[in-house]
Each structure stands twice: as C-alpha cells, then as structure tokens.
C-alpha cells in the first residue's frame, strides 16, 4: 500500500492507455511521456504498460506501508528517500515506513513513479488510465489527493542492490536522433496533414517560426502562441476523427496539438501530425517554452522508432543481468 502525503492537482494514475473506443467518443488516455512509463516498468520487470503515477504538479511526497521496488523516470524532480537524495532514470528498494518526496524539476514537466507489480486500480475498458474529462479510470476518475491510499500488485521479486541501479536518460542515449536548437527550442517532427495546403504561402511560416506553449494547455492539447496563420480562403468542415499529435488550426489562427487526452472529432483543418516517436518530447515540454515543427517524412519517423526499440530492448535484455550481478555483489 503506498499512502499520499502531499499532492497537487493533476496527478494522477496512468498506463499506456485505453484503446479501441474513440468511435463512442472515449479518448485514450495514458502518459503523456510513453517512453518514461514504458522504461520505469522494464526496470522493474513489470509489463510495459503497468499502471504507474504520472507527477506533474509538486511537491508531492508519499509513503510505502510495505517493502517494495520502485523507478523514477521522466522528469528530474530532486528524489529523496528518507532525506537521502535519489539519481533519475532509476530503480531503488524502498522499505516499510520509508517517505518519498519529489520536488519541482528544473526543466522538463512529468516525473513518473513505478512501483513493482504496478498500482492496482479498476480497469475500465481495458485500462486503469485516468481519464479526468470522462471522470473514471484510475482512482475513482480523478486526480490524487493527501490521505487517498493505493494499493501496490502482487508480483514476482526482481533482484535490485540496495543502492539501486539505473539508465541513461533518452535525451542523453538518443541525443543523436532528439535534437534541440542552440536557443533551446524543441525541434519537433511532423507531417503536413489534410488540409495543409488550403493554407497557402501561409503554411511556410507554420514551419520557419517558433511557437510558445502557452498556458492554456493541458493533457488534451497544447494551445500554441505565435503570429497567426490563415487560410487561403474560408472553407466549411464537417467533423473528422482526430487522435494525439494531430496538430489543428482553429479561426484565431493559433495551432493546437491534440495530446493524450485527445477530443475523438473535431472540425478545424489539420495542417499537420507529429509523428508518434516525438509525442513523449512534448509531453516533458513545460508551459512558456518554445517548440518548431520540423518536416518529416514516414521513413524518417520509421527510423528513430527502431533506434528508440532498440535503446528499450537493451534495457529490457540488460536490467535484469545488472540487477543481479550487482545485488549479488552488494550481498558479499
């Protein structure tokens, strides 16, 4: 049983989402970071999507009623154990009693926390994602509050050394294939869309200007601030499906990046998709920083989801060996 402290809103529990029921208008949920999820529950030699905590509001502070495993991925928000200060990216024994607390990252938005075995909550159509606008999923459909209490799943005992182990981060292994500008501007891959060219000469200028993120964003999309950009001429729409990375263009002529909580339909021109292999970027990009789409093609976008497989495939072949070589070593 994990016991919350100390929250703020919007935490809440999270796997890699409920799929299948976007025709009935029930989006699909889960973290908004896929990679830090999937990467906590390998080292924890859980299933990738096991349920986890998606922590994007701090401090937020926890205590363990029970012996268990835990990883920290995602953002760096300062892990304490006990007082004692915990790496990012890692895998940790933590004991009866023992306090957790997470402090507000310097840079990047979502720290996520696996536990052994995952967080056991309700599946509702398939998933024990939160779905905050629908209200169910995750615990009782809404975000963690002080004293709510979570129960941990059963699962087979992973070999952690008592100083626990961990991972390069993805930003840092797969630097090559996630570039940033010298500004720091997040360089994001996408695809023009649909209705890309009803924009014109307008269009360019989606692609040459940076756009902020601006505080009107949340898990269903990012609202982006910049100069406007218009149709060529006005068009009437019917609605169309719309999934996470659709990137559409309402009247004021400011994009909006559907993200995980992403509306089923919607009416406003697509210029353009992220390609699937960026959306964990944005998902750790924070309110007020500025992000540049860059044209992509499917074969690229082909290509950093092999390497990105590939770095999650050598920790899935690696975590264990580690782990025991050195729980072994630390038992001499």
Excluded at 18 to 43: H, P
């Amino acid at each position: 049983m994990i016991a919350v402290l100390e929250t703020g809103p919007l935490n809440t529990v999270q796997d890699l989402g409920r799929f299948g029921y976007r025709s009935i208008g029930v989006t699909s949920s889960g973290a908004m970071d896929e990679l830090a999820l999937t990467i906590g529950n390998v080292l924890l030699g859980n299933h990738d999507g096991a349920a986890a905590l998606e922590i994007q509001t701090f401090p937020f502070r926890l205590q363990f009623d029970k012996d268990t495993v835990i990883a920290i991925t995602g953002a760096d928000c300062g892990a304490h154990l006990n007082g004692k200060p915990l790496p990012s990216w890692w895998a940790m024994p933590v004991g009866a009693g023992q306090v957790l607390e997470l402090k507000t990252p310097l840079k990047s938005a979502r720290a996520y926390l696996c536990v052994q075995g995952g967080i056991e909550v309700e599946p509702m159509l398939g998933s024990r994602s939160t779905s905050l606008r629908g209200a169910f999923g995750g615990l009782e459909g809404r975000f963690l509050a002080a004293n709510d209490r979570l129960v941990i799943a059963d699962a087979r005992p992973c070999s952690v050394p008592s100083g626990g182990f961990g991972v390069m981060p993805p930003e840092v292994a797969l630097k090559a294939h996630f570039p940033v500008a010298e500004d720091g501007t997040l360089l994001i891959r996408a695809i023009p869309a649909g209705e890309h060219d009803l924009f014109g000469s307008e269009a360019e200028r989606f692609w040459s200007q940076s756009w902020k993120i601006s505080s009107q964003s949340d898990r269903t999309g990012y609202r982006l601030s910049g100069e406007p950009i218009r149709l060529a001429a006005p068009v009437e729409m019917r609605s169309h499906g719309v999934v996470p990375g659709v990137v559409q263009m309402p009247p004021a002529g400011e994009p909006i990046i559907q993200m995980s909580d992403a509306n089923t339909a919607g009416g406003y021109p697509k210029i353009a998709g992220v390609v699937e292999i960026d959306l964990w970027r944005l998902g750790q990009a924070r309110i007020g920083s500025r992000i540049r789409f860059v044209r992509s093609s499917a074969r690229e976008a082909l290509s950093i989801e092999r390497a990105v497989t590939a770095y999650v495939d050598d920790i899935r072949r690696t975590a264990p060996m580690l782990g025991e070589a050195l729980a072994a070593m630390s038992r001499r």
